[in-house]
């Protein structure tokens, strides 16, 4: 599922974000709580996604989701206008 563990299901997700709606939060280093998945969708344009460790950055756009890990700092950047974006939350399924 997208690179998710599979012992995770979603839970909630943000509002949708566009280049400029995207709240400052997002756009300077983050990170998910302790047990927390999250999958950050594109639904129009490009946006950058910085993970800071180990560091790497990479576009994301439609159908190419970025992934990010429970507690890893990262941050995201509209690469292109428009952009549209949202974010969807993992944890683990209970049992």
Do not use: C
Request: charged fraction near 25%.
């Amino acid at each position: 599922m997208n690179g998710l563990p599979a012992d995770v299901e979603a839970y909630g997700r943000s509002p949708e974000f566009n280049e400029d709606t995207l709240p400052a939060a997002l756009r300077r280093q983050h990170n998910t709580k302790a047990g927390t998945w999250a999958l950050i969708h594109v639904l129009e344009g490009l946006l950058t996604y910085r993970i800071y460790d180990p560091p790497s950055e990479e576009l994301l756009e439609p159908g190419k989701p970025g992934i990010v890990r429970p507690q890893q700092l990262h941050e995201v950047e509209p690469a292109t206008t428009p952009m549209r974006m949202f974010v969807e939350f993992y944890s683990a399924k209970s049992t």
